[in-house]
């Protein structure tokens, strides 16, 4: 096998390799649509970090990643890379072997360029080679996942009234966010990230076209769910598609129904406006984020992540 630099006259190839694994997983994941391209590919040919295999003269994978950045997944100091969907692909035949061989070329680019954390967001019922990876130190990280926009099974909760907020009214929801910061930082999730302050919390709020949907009981509000028009698969976008981008509900009124209803009123509003697919994304190690997510949810990526000794760069 012939690993060489990942260039422009590869992307005509390499495209084909990603779309065909793309289109593997759609057998598995209900929800996902068509698509006739992937995105972005320009981009990975001039940076320089990404690696092509070849055997016979055809290419058989490759594997690319965006930018180096600082403070990776916003909870680390270690400056980390990123190979998303689409970013990356290979043959069926001995898929795992490939890029058991294509990691070891470009792992060592991106410690090069100074970064300890690797993230490579695979396909999830592409086990074999989820496990290669794990052979190689990785460990289950986020996850993503789709469902078509229909409401779940659920019995109704008429204690609680459903809204949409207006933006006037997005104040409210500020206390369960810093509620949800706080579960961030709670064992086994431990992912201490800072919260926004108030201002930067409606200065966020405002972008990407949020909406947030909430239920209240007795004056206050007790669960929210922030809907957004995009998220971080190149499927999750376009206009048929919404995204959950924040959900939280207080402990106290878990286990009731509840945010089944306040899922199936956001589902409703956005159904009847024309939208046809709902995502989300999530870490594996939220249990409770897992476990009501998988239940209505399909899962399509397991991003996977290996933080390295850093003390490799001095040398």
Same mark, same amino acid.
């Given at each position: 096998?012939?690993?060489?630099?990942f260039?422009?006259?590869?992307?005509e190839e390499?495209?084909?390799?990603a779309?065909?694994a793309?289109?593997?997983?759609?057998?598995?994941a209900?929800?996902?649509p068509e698509?006739?391209s992937?995105?972005?590919l320009?981009?990975?040919a001039g940076?320089?970090?990404?690696?092509?295999?070849?055997?016979g003269?055809?290419?058989?994978?490759f594997?690319c990643?965006?930018?180096?950045f600082?403070?990776a997944?916003?909870a680390?100091d270690? @400056?980390?890379?990123?190979?998303?969907m689409g970013?990356h692909?290979?043959? %069926?035949?001995?898929? !795992? =072997?490939?890029?058991a /061989?294509?990691?070891?070329?470009?792992?060592a680019k991106?410690?090069?360029?100074?970064a300890?954390?690797?993230?490579?967001c695979l396909y999830?019922?592409?086990?074999?080679?989820?496990?290669?990876?794990?052979?190689?130190?990785?460990?289950?990280?986020c996850l993503?996942?789709?469902?078509p926009?229909?409401?779940?099974g659920?019995?109704?909760?008429?204690?609680?009234?459903?809204?949409?907020l207006?933006?006037?009214?997005?104040?409210a929801?500020?206390?369960?966010?810093?509620a949800?910061?706080?579960h961030?930082?709670?064992?086994?999730?431990?992912?201490? @990230?800072k919260?926004?302050?108030?201002?930067?919390?409606?200065a966020?709020? %405002?972008?990407?076209g !949020? =909406?947030y949907?909430? /239920?209240?009981q007795?004056?206050?509000?007790?669960?929210?769910?922030?809907?957004?028009a995009?998220?971080?698969?190149?499927i999750?976008?376009?206009?048929?598609y919404?995204?959950?981008?924040?959900?939280?509900c207080?402990p106290?009124h878990?286990?009731?129904?509840?945010?089944?209803?306040?899922?199936n009123?956001?589902?409703?509003?956005?159904k009847?406006?024309?939208?046809t697919?709902?995502g989300v994304?999530?870490e594996?190690?939220?249990p409770a984020?897992r476990?009501?997510?998988?239940?209505?949810f399909?899962?399509?990526?397991?991003?996977?992540?290996? @933080?390295?000794?850093?003390?490799i760069?001095g040398l």
């Amino acid at each position: 096998m012939d690993i060489l630099d990942f260039r422009g006259q590869h992307i005509e190839e390499a495209a084909a390799l990603a779309l065909a694994a793309y289109n593997e997983e759609r057998r598995f994941a209900e929800g996902l649509p068509e698509a006739r391209s992937v995105p972005g590919l320009d981009s990975f040919a001039g940076n320089g970090l990404g690696v092509a295999a070849f055997e016979g003269g055809k290419m058989v994978g490759f594997l690319c990643c965006c930018e180096p950045f600082d403070k990776a997944f916003r909870a680390t100091d270690a @400056r980390g890379v990123f190979s998303p969907m689409g970013a990356h692909g290979a043959v %069926a035949e001995d898929r !795992a =072997r490939v890029y058991a /061989a294509m990691y070891q070329a470009a792992a060592a680019k991106w410690v090069r360029a100074g970064a300890v954390s690797h993230a490579i967001c695979l396909y999830a019922h592409d086990e074999g080679l989820q496990q290669q990876f794990f052979r190689y130190g990785f460990g289950l990280r986020c996850l993503d996942a789709i469902r078509p926009m229909e409401p779940v099974g659920c019995s109704p909760c008429p204690s609680y009234r459903f809204a949409e907020l207006p933006e006037a009214e997005w104040p409210a929801v500020y206390p369960l966010y810093l509620a949800l910061n706080r579960h961030y930082c709670a064992s086994p999730f431990f992912m201490n @990230r800072k919260p926004e302050t108030f201002d930067e919390f409606m200065a966020s709020s %405002a972008q990407g076209g !949020a =909406r947030y949907f909430a /239920a209240e009981q007795g004056g206050g509000l007790c669960a929210f769910l922030k809907i957004a028009a995009s998220g971080e698969t190149f499927i999750a976008s376009g206009r048929g598609y919404r995204h959950i981008r924040g959900a939280y509900c207080l402990p106290e009124h878990r286990g009731k129904g509840l945010f089944q209803n306040l899922l199936n009123f956001a589902i409703s509003a956005l159904k009847r406006e024309g939208y046809t697919r709902l995502g989300v994304n999530f870490e594996s190690f939220n249990p409770a984020a897992r476990g009501f997510w998988l239940k209505y949810f399909t899962a399509y990526t397991h991003s996977v992540v290996r @933080r390295i000794d850093e003390r490799i760069i001095g040398l």
